[in-house]
């Protein structure tokens, strides 16, 4: 460790690095999310579906993310179990104006709350009832009810509306979520 790794380490403002697994639902908005978080001259004007997974770096308050955009297409789902070991938060992003497919997004939420390799574990979980700009888009009280979010008693969850596209309620998420796994570093 050099001399500056050892004094930002006493002084308390090492830069942390964590991991973060991004999903939910194909066209909830994830890679439009994570294109919010680059810096401008990285951003993307167009966003394509995401086939497998994609991964994206951004920063807030000296926490370094490493995003993984896991495709949220049927067939590509069963990849999202094979990044939870290595996870240190869980970004789950739901179209909250895609009331038909609510079942099915709260089906893949139950299969990842009770996969081994998160069960155990208090990593925090972000949810983003993403497109409240859609008239037919229910608010995040009516999502997190959709979801039973309230039977999760054993992780920090946080759930906020957000636009993607216009970036509305993305940074009160982040920040929660830097906020939880800053504590969790500190715990451990």
Same mark, same amino acid.
């Given at each position: 460790?050099?001399?500056?790794?050892?004094?930002?380490?006493?002084?308390?403002?090492?830069?942390?690095?964590?991991?973060?697994?991004?999903?939910?639902?194909?066209?909830?908005?994830?890679?439009?999310?994570?294109?919010?978080?680059?810096?401008?001259? +990285?951003?993307?004007?167009?966003?394509?579906?995401?086939?497998?997974?994609?991964?994206?770096?951004?920063?807030?308050?000296?926490?370094?993310?490493?995003?993984?955009?896991?495709?949220?297409?049927?067939?590509?789902?069963?990849?999202?179990?094979?990044?939870?070991?290595?996870? +240190?938060?869980?970004?789950?992003?739901?179209?909250?104006?895609?009331?038909?497919?609510?079942?099915?997004?709260?089906?893949?939420?139950?299969?990842?709350? +009770?996969?081994?390799?998160?069960?155990?574990?208090?990593?925090?979980?972000?949810?983003?009832?993403?497109?409240?700009?859609?008239?037919?888009?229910?608010?995040?009280?009516?999502?997190?009810?959709?979801?039973?979010?309230?039977?999760?008693?054993?992780?920090?969850?946080?759930?906020?509306?957000?636009?993607?596209?216009?970036?509305?309620?993305?940074?009160?998420?982040?920040?929660?979520?830097?906020? +939880?796994?800053?504590?969790?570093?500190?715990?451990?």
């Amino acid at each position: 460790m050099g001399f500056f790794d050892k004094l930002a380490n006493i002084l308390g403002i090492k830069k942390r690095e964590c991991n973060v697994l991004v999903v939910g639902l194909d066209n909830s908005g994830k890679s439009t999310i994570l294109n919010h978080f680059k810096p401008d001259d +990285q951003k993307h004007s167009d966003i394509v579906p995401t086939v497998g997974f994609n991964v994206e770096r951004f920063k807030n308050h000296n926490v370094g993310f490493t995003a993984f955009d896991m495709s949220g297409q049927g067939r590509y789902r069963n990849l999202w179990e094979h990044y939870y070991k290595d996870c +240190q938060g869980i970004v789950f992003v739901v179209d909250s104006s895609d009331k038909l497919r609510m079942v099915v997004a709260k089906d893949e939420l139950d299969m990842l709350l +009770q996969h081994p390799d998160i069960r155990s574990r208090k990593i925090p979980i972000l949810f983003f009832a993403n497109k409240m700009d859609q008239r037919e888009s229910m608010s995040s009280v009516k999502v997190s009810q959709t979801l039973g979010l309230e039977r999760i008693m054993d992780k920090p969850w946080h759930i906020c509306a957000s636009n993607a596209v216009t970036g509305e309620g993305l940074h009160e998420g982040v920040e929660w979520l830097t906020g +939880q796994i800053k504590e969790n570093v500190e715990r451990s």
